[in-house]
């Protein structure tokens, strides 16, 4: 019916115990109570114990129950009892109204001399535990003598929790023990147990840094022999020893590269963030760099592997670690034998980050091999999403760096019929045109494998890429060879009425069946004679040609594809060959495309839609009478179109520059002093130069700052609070300054959160006592798990100090978490968009009320207040239109994705109307994006 966790440690500043009770049933009075702990037996007693402390942290007032646990519990020598009793001792007030310490409060500190003198290991280790809470420093000082002895106590379990006593102690109250430094290091020196060691070593961190250097020079060669948490102990010192004063960093720089190979990966990990944080040397990164690496391969979770590769993420945008890098790259890349994709995916994404002409090769051969892996069944569940992933790679790598094209190109030509079709067909589209001295081979591979290709979308770019860059006689004689093969007997109508009938005729006049005997030897070597009956086989449909499928499913947008690149070709032939040959080429195009429109037109098949049979009657017109102006737009315009594509592509994959040039190295340098007063300007030159040292004239980080302070109660409320919240990615920080606006003195002052959505307090905030007029800060911690609008509220509740009144409560305002706080824009691909799209069952519909009257300055302030990012070009989206559609994309930090479909209209009285679909994987960040937008059009509006 109840539950204990203990808190931190007795390093933190803020140890606490916090209870909690399950059990709904009515509390007992304090009579039954008092009855209880006087006359009832041990496990009574221990059952009114646990009541009473629940009831004290509800803030009920029992202070007649002191003396009688004084009395009656306090002599019992029962584990479970003395374990209660050490809560109890925790929460109960220990002063008087006035201040001062409680009379009865001496019997309870005898009673903790005579536990630390218990030959009973766990009593005297849980007493000094409880020590390391108490901070009245009259309890104390008695109890010194005692603490003291215990440091040479024979347990270990005793030892260590005399030492955290120690440090407690010497942290809050110095004069208790002021030689509390050189007795640890002396405990140091002579301590086996590696846990003692550790405590030990920490107090004398925080305390006393030069004797933990001494000490951590005299076993200097041994650290690798001490356990984890020692070590990441001495990894924090001497970071810290070397930030303060580099002269020592030659003597303890060895200690950290040694832990590189401790056992620990939480050692290897730190031991490797440190050296790198005060090293820059080639050889010290390169080290972390392989530490960093092994760790990936090394450890199970997925998490940790995707933290460490954070780390060397940031390593790459550092410009003097990028080159080292680029040369374990390699090593980099092992970790794509992880079995989760998203590690496989920023793992490539470091990698290609790193691309140099020093590695491309290298990199271009493993993605090679790596995608001939892929192509048999592995035992890797997303290996259709992980070929894409590569051949997205190889593609990267074959457009920064040409030398390496000519290698991937043939090897991606073999995956036109895989699922990663679509993105190989529009690398091999950007090969052709920016590798014009291999297009030929590309061509021959493309038309050699055109009959493979099953998808429309595949289908329809290679038609486009046969059409535009067959260029000889030859090229384009076996190209149209190559269609007609795709699209198998003509005239299509004909042939297909004449294979239905042959099969509907075989299957009206069925073979009879036959009987076929045959002789078999049987078990005892005797030869019998076996009869069966065989049927005639059905008949067997020959497999139809790729394009004539597609055809004949419907698809008539590959119909017009075909046409414009049979128009291409029959233009281009016309250029350089007779008028004879011409002619048949012409005709032969025009045949197909009638045939072609003959089957939309048939009934055989889905009607042909208006478009596509527009776009091949355009065709054959053209055929018919072609003109210089025609013959231009199908020739040369159009690959004009895609070269100014491709350039817009390039132009925006342009990295951006590092290099930020804070002066150019030919300006004028002033010296104050030499100026004369003529020269001065008005304003005191010294307090500008002082306001941009200082950064006092930054005015935006104060403006940001304050807009994360949240007043929680009035100007006339006897208590007012505020609170600023801080938001670092999963944790939330509420820093509340209280104020005691009343000339009373509050007592046991509380402040009590609640949380609505995805949000978890990690720990109950500390009790305070507030002067007159006085005031405090209260931290708590906020845990975050998901991208969803989440509510803090809660009251402040006390007691006046003199007085018999119930307690005192305050209400305070909600807090208001803000979904931006975790949401950074992100890009992804068309496809890839167009697949989460499809996937996401989560919809939200935000209508567009708003009084901004330009489309892009809406587009603009949408992007502005959702943190999203468009997908749609810039290009796409210039220019005067009364529509507007553009796709956004956004990531949380927790990995959620965030898409948005942005569909704007202009009416004639200027007013904007449309929507904005919000789709994503769970329900919390659709709505709260929704809830975000129409929050911010209603105070644009108002503004």
């Not at 079709?421 to 589209?429: K, L, P, S």
């Not at 299957?507 to 009879?512: D, I, Q, S, V």
Request: proline letters at 3%; aromatic letters at 6%; one cysteine or more.
């Amino acid at each position: 019916t109840w539950g204990v966790f203990l808190g931190k440690m007795a390093a933190e500043p803020s140890c606490y115990t916090v209870i909690t009770d399950v059990d709904d049933s009515e509390p007992p009075s304090e009579q039954q109570l008092r009855a209880d702990l006087e006359k009832g037996d041990l496990r009574t007693k221990i059952s009114a114990l646990k009541r009473v402390i629940l009831l004290l942290n509800q803030g009920e007032r029992l202070p007649s129950l002191l003396m009688v646990i004084i009395r009656f519990v306090l002599p019992q020598d029962d584990h479970t009892l003395k374990k209660l009793l050490l809560l109890y001792w925790e929460i109960i007030p220990k002063t008087s109204a006035d201040g001062k310490l409680l009379h009865e409060m001496i019997l309870v500190c005898d009673a903790y001399r005579k536990d630390l003198q218990s030959p009973n290991e766990f009593v005297r280790g849980s007493t000094l535990r409880f020590l390391c809470k108490l901070k009245e420093p009259e309890l104390i000082e008695p109890l010194i003598p005692a603490i003291r002895e215990n440091l040479s106590h024979r347990h270990y379990y005793v030892r260590r929790n005399a030492v955290l006593a120690i440090f407690s102690i010497y942290k809050h109250f110095e004069h208790l023990i002021p030689d509390a430094p050189e007795l640890i290091h002396n405990l140091l020196e002579s301590e086996s147990d590696s846990s003692c060691k550790r405590n030990a070593f920490m107090m004398l961190i925080s305390v006393d840094q030069d004797r933990a250097l001494d000490y951590l020079g005299t076993c200097i060669d041994q650290v690798h022999t001490f356990n984890e948490i020692l070590q990441l102990f001495i990894v924090e010192l001497v970071h810290k020893v070397c930030r303060t004063d580099p002269l020592k960093r030659a003597k303890f720089i060895r200690v950290i590269h040694n832990l590189l190979e401790s056992s620990s990966n939480a050692v290897r990990y730190e031991a490797a963030g440190t050296l790198v944080s005060l090293l820059s040397a080639p050889k010290v990164v390169s080290a972390a760099v392989s530490c960093y690496t092994d760790l990936i391969l090394k450890e199970s979770d997925n998490n940790v592997k995707l933290i460490v590769l954070d780390r060397l993420m940031n390593l790459k945008n550092s410009a003097n670690h990028e080159r080292v890098l680029q040369g374990s790259v390699m090593d980099i890349l092992r970790v794509v034998s992880a079995s989760d994709l998203q590690v496989r995916r920023k793992t490539m994404e470091l990698c290609l980050g790193l691309l140099s002409n020093r590695n491309a090769a290298e990199v271009a051969g493993f993605l090679k091999k790596e995608l001939s892996k892929s192509s048999g069944e592995g035992e890797f569940e997303k290996m259709e999403e992980y070929r894409q992933l590569l051949v997205r790679s190889l593609h990267t790598c074959g457009v920064k760096f040409p030398d390496t094209a000519p290698s991937i190109v043939p090897q991606l030509m073999e995956f036109l019929s895989d699922s990663a079709a679509a993105d190989v067909i529009v690398f091999v589209r950007e090969a052709f045109e920016r590798m014009p001295h291999l297009r030929s081979e590309m061509l021959a591979q493309l038309l050699a494998n055109f009959g493979n290709i099953r998808a429309s979308k595949v289908s329809r770019a290679a038609l486009w890429i046969i059409g535009e860059y067959a260029s000889t006689s030859e090229d384009i004689k076996a190209a149209i060879q190559t269609f007609k093969t795709a699209l198998g007997a003509l005239p299509i109508v004909d042939t297909e009425m004449r294979a239905a009938a042959d099969i509907a005729a075989a299957e009206a006049t069925p073979e009879e069946a036959k009987v076929v005997t045959r002789t078999r030897i049987t078990a005892d070597g005797t030869y019998a004679t076996e009869s069966s009956y065989v049927s005639a086989a059905a008949p067997i449909q020959a497999e139809k040609p790729a394009l004539r499928k597609l055809l004949l499913d419907g698809d008539f947008f590959v119909s017009a594809s075909l046409a414009v690149a049979l128009t291409k070709l029959a233009l281009r032939y016309q250029e350089g060959n007779n008028n004879t040959d011409a002619n048949a080429v012409k005709a032969e195009a025009m045949y197909i495309l009638a045939s072609v429109v003959h089957l939309g037109k048939s009934g055989l098949v889905a009607q042909a839609d208006d478009d596509s049979l527009s776009r091949i009657s355009v065709c054959v017109r053209v055929l018919a009478e072609p003109s210089p102006a025609l013959s231009n737009l199908f020739l040369a315009q159009c690959q004009a179109a895609f070269q100014s594509m491709l350039a817009s592509l390039q132009e925006a994959d342009k990295p951006v520059s590092k290099d930020v040039v804070a002066a150019q190295a030919d300006d004028l340098i002033s010296f104050r002093g030499l100026k004369s007063k003529e020269e001065q300007s008005v304003e005191d030159q010294f307090d500008l130069d002082l306001k941009q040292a200082t950064g006092s004239d930054e005015k935006d980080s104060a403006t940001s700052k304050l807009n994360k302070v949240f007043q929680l109660s009035g100007f006339s409320d006897p208590v007012y609070a505020e609170a600023y919240v801080h938001v670092h990615q999963y944790d939330i920080l509420l820093d509340v300054l209280v104020v005691n606006q009343t000339a009373d003195t509050l007592q046991g002052l509380t402040l009590e959160l609640a949380t609505h959505g995805d949000l978890k307090l990690t720990e109950k905030p500390s009790i305070h006592t507030l002067g007159p007029h006085d005031f405090c800060s209260i931290r708590a911690n906020v845990k975050v798990s998901s991208t969803e609008t989440g509510i803090i509220y809660g009251n402040i509740v006390y007691d006046v100090s003199g007085s018999s009144s119930d307690r005192n409560v305050v209400v305070l305002n909600d807090i208001h978490i803000d979904i931006m706080d975790y949401i950074t824009p992100a890009s992804c691909t068309e496809s890839e968009f167009r697949s989460m799209w499809l996937d996401f069952e989560w919809v939200n519909t935000v209508p567009v009320r708003t009084k901004i009257t330009s489309l892009r300055a809406y587009l603009d302030h949408l992007l502005a207040t959702t943190n999203m990012r468009s997908l749609t070009p810039a290009s796409a989206l210039q220019g005067e239109c009364d529509f507007l559609a553009a796709n956004l994309y956004a990531r949380s930090v927790f990995g959620e994705d965030a898409l948005a479909n942005v569909s704007l209209e202009k009416m004639p009285d200027g007013q904007i109307t449309g929507q904005i679909r919000i789709r994503s994987k769970t329900q919390g960040i659709a709505l709260s994006l929704g809830d975000k937008i129409t929050y911010t059009q209603e105070a644009a509006s108002a503004h």
